[in-house]
C-alpha cells in the first residue's frame, strides 16, 4: 500500500509537453491553500486552474525532476504566484510556529510526515485493486493458464486457508498468484471484433508446492473459488508516474465497459477504452469524454435524423495499460457516462 500510495506522488514531477493554449486560472482564484489529508494534485490545482489536469506546467516542473520528487505534505500551504506575468504555483516551508508575515501571509508551521501522508495525484483508493490484479486477458490466452483442477478433502468450492491443486505450474520461480474467473467479452465498438475479456477477480493463492498438479494455498478469497478457476502470477505493485498530460498522437477511442457491469456512470467511474499501447496510448493520458448526439428535424411533415457536433461533458485519466484496452479514473464529468460514449485528445 505504502509503495502505491508512494508511486502515484512522484506524478508530481511531470512535465506536460502540449502547452499551445495558455494556462487560464479560474475565477477568483485564491491565493493560497493549506494541504490537508485526502487533497490530491488533481483537486489542488482545480482550486487554481480551469484545466487542472494541466498542472505540471503551473508548477514548472521539467521532464528532469522526474527523477528528483518535489514532495508535498499535509500542512504545506500552496501559494499563487507570478512569474514574467505567468501564474505559478509554490509551496510555503517557513521556520517558526506558524502565524502572519510582514506581507500579510500565513507562514507554515515545522511538521514531520510519514510517506504515506504524501498527496497523490489521483485518489488512489479508487485505483489501488487494478494495479495488481489481472484485469484482461487476451483472445486465446486461457488456453495456456494455469488453472486449479481439484481441492482438498475434493469440496466443491475453497476460501482463505485451504488448499487448491493446479495444473500448469511445473516450478517455484512463482510464488505469488491471482485467482480469477474469465469474465464477459469486451468488443470493439468499432470493428465488432472480441479484443479481450475482463477477468473477475476472485483472490490470491500462494504456491506450497510446485509440480503436476500444484499445490497452492488460499491466501485471500473475495469470491468463491472453485474447480476450473483460473491463475495468474501476480505482479508487483511498480512504482508508475501518474503524469497527466495530453497524447502526443491523436487517440480516437470509445469506452467499451464500465467496470462492475453498470450500464451508465459517473465521476470515479473506472471505464475501459478500445485503445491501448498498440495506438500509442500510456499511463497518465488524459482523454476528453464526449457524447454523440443526434437531433431530429421535421422535414416535409417527416421526421429525420440530423448529426449535431459532439458535447464534450468530461475528462478521464488512463491509469492502466494494456495492448488493445486501456482502463481510465473519470475524474470530471457533468453527466452520466454511457458504454459507447468517444474519448479523444483534450
Known amino acids: 500500500m505504502v509503495r502505491i500510495i508512494s508511486a502515484l506522488i512522484l506524478a508530481v514531477t511531470a512535465f506536460c509537453a502540449f502547452a499551445e493554449e495558455p494556462l487560464a486560472l479560474v475565477d477568483n482564484p485564491p491565493d493560497r491553500h493549506i494541504v490537508v489529508r485526502g487533497d490530491t494534485l488533481w483537486g489542488i490545482s482545480g482550486k487554481f486552474l ?5 498542472w505540471p506546467e503551473i508548477w514548472n516542473m521539467n521532464r528532469a525532476a522526474i527523477k528528483n520528487p518535489h514532495w508535498i505534505y499535509p500542512g504545506d500551504i500552496i501559494m499563487l504566484d507570478y512569474v514574467d506575468g505567468k501564474p505559478r504555483l509554490k509551496i510555503g516551508k517557513s521556520v517558526g510556529n506558524g502565524g502572519i508575515n510582514r506581507d500579510g501571509r500565513l507562514q507554515p508551521k515545522v511538521y514531520s510526515e510519514a510517506v504515506q501522508q504524501v498527496v497523490p495525484s489521483i485518489p488512489p483508493n479508487i485505483i489501488e485493486p487494478f494495479l495488481s490484479q489481472p484485469l484482461i ?3 486465446g490466452a486461457h488456453d495456456n493458464i ?16 485451504d488448499t487448491a491443486f493446479a495444473t500448469g505450474i511445473p516450478d517455484s520461480s512463482v510464488v505469488n498468484w491471482n485467482v480469477f474467473r474469465q469474465g464477459k467479452p469486451l468488443k470493439d465498438p468499432d470493428s465488432g471484433v472480441v479484443i479481450g475479456h475482463e477477468a473477475f ?6 504456491l506450497v508446492q510446485p509440480g503436476e498438479p500444484a499445490a497452492l494455498r488460499i491466501v485471500l478469497a473475495k469470491e468463491e473459488i472453485g474447480r476450473g478457476d483460473r491463475l495468474l502470477p501476480a505482479p508487483p505493485a511498480d512504482i508508475i ?3 497527466p498530460h495530453r497524447p502526443e498522437q491523436q487517440i480516437s477511442g470509445k469506452i467499451m465497459s464500465i467496470y462492475g457491469g453498470l450500464s451508465e456512470g459517473g ?3 473506472v471505464v475501459s477504452i478500445n485503445r491501448g499501447s498498440n495506438d500509442s496510448l500510456e499511463v497518465g493520458h488524459v482523454l476528453a469524454l464526449y457524447r ?19 458535447e464534450r461533458y468530461g475528462l ?17 464529468s457533468s453527466k452520466a457516462i454511457m458504454i459507447g460514449d468517444s474519448t479523444k485528445n483534450p
Open 316 to 332: 478521464a485519466f488512463v491509469f492502466r495499460v494494456f495492448n488493445h484496452v486501456a482502463y481510465a479514473l473519470v475524474v470530471e
Open 201 to 206: 477477480f476472485l483472490g490470491n493463492a500462494k
Open 267 to 269: 465521476k470515479s467511474s
Open 146 to 161: 494455469a488453472r486449479i483442477v481439484a481441492s482438498q478433502e475434493d469440496r466443491m468450492f475453497m476460501g482463505a486457508g
Open 50 to 54: 480551469k484545466q487542472p489536469w494541466r
Open 137 to 139: 486477458i487476451e483472445p
Open 241 to 243: 508516474a501518474y503524469a
Open 292 to 310: 454523440n448526439r443526434v437531433a431530429v428535424a421535421t422535414e416535409n411533415g417527416r421526421q429525420v435524423p440530423v448529426t449535431v457536433p459532439e
